[in-house]
């Protein structure tokens, strides 16, 4: 599928200390602006932490349907006497959507059911999903309760937050931004432990983190690409925040 592409991610802007995000403009920056004048007075504005604003415009209406999918999904893949859909995150996974339009986005996450698919269909009928989706200009969708599970990654569902980005093949600067500060928010809200990209997620094969009852269920996967990862990591080590890679 065709995709708009964004900014590269080896521009100077992104290999500096990450600015402040303003999902929704004017809101953050103005604030942060006038804090600096009225602290300091001076002409240099003072070290802003990343901020976010998350929408819950397209939130998923929780359904008895979901539910009964997503409890489903976890006693075939991870434990057969499950009662809760709950997850216990210490870990964020960064997709992009190999769509390129956020309305395509939400077209294929929104259904609670899964469709198409011939390689994961073996795995049950709940729909991928995502906790968040990020458009090309940054703004920060959540889809669903964070502590509730997405089918997002083999293996690791009960265990991950999952990060859709609008996009395929480039993500852009805006993305990498509200990445930077979605993931700083759940370091903070969560014991995260881990950040990887999806393409990263069979390194954890054989580690306790690994669920996966059924065999030879597993794909093989390239997003977000190693570029924007890489990014990723450099931009929240600015911000003082390391997280492990692999088990
Ligand atoms: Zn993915």
Redesign the pocket.
């Known amino acids: 599928m065709s995709t708009r592409r964004g900014p590269r991610l080896s521009t100077p802007a992104l290999s500096s200390r990450p600015r402040p995000i303003h999902v929704r403009r004017g809101r953050c920056l103005t604030l942060a602006t006038l804090l600096s004048v009225l602290s300091f007075g001076s002409a240099r504005p003072a070290p802003v932490q990343p901020a976010l604003i998350v929408s819950d415009r397209y939130r998923l209406p929780p359904s008895p349907e979901r539910t009964r999918l997503t409890l489903a999904y976890i006693r075939q893949h991870s434990d057969p006497q499950a009662t809760s859909t709950r997850i216990r995150p210490v870990m964020v996974?960064i997709?992009?959507t190999a769509t390129s339009t956020l309305a395509s986005a939400l077209a294929t996450l929104r259904p609670e059911v899964l469709s198409g698919r011939a390689d994961i269909r073996s795995g049950g009928r709940l729909n991928v999903g995502a906790h968040f989706l990020v458009d090309r200009d940054g703004t920060v969708y959540r889809l669903q309760n964070e502590t509730t599970l997405a089918r997002?990654?083999i293996g690791l569902n009960r265990s991950a937050i999952g990060i859709?980005n609008v996009g395929s093949g480039s993500l852009t600067a805006e993305q990498l931004r509200a990445d930077t500060a979605l993931v700083a928010d759940l370091k903070a809200r969560y014991p995260i432990e881990y950040l990887i990209g999806?393409f990263e997620s069979q390194r954890f094969m054989g580690s306790p983190l690994w669920e996966e009852r059924q065999p030879g269920y597993l794909t093989h996967?390239s997003?977000?690409g190693e570029a924007f990862m890489k990014a990723l990591r450099r931009a929240l080590a600015a911000w003082g925040l390391r997280l492990k890679s692999a088990p």
């Open positions: 996974v997709h992009w997002h990654v859709e999806h996967k997003d977000p």
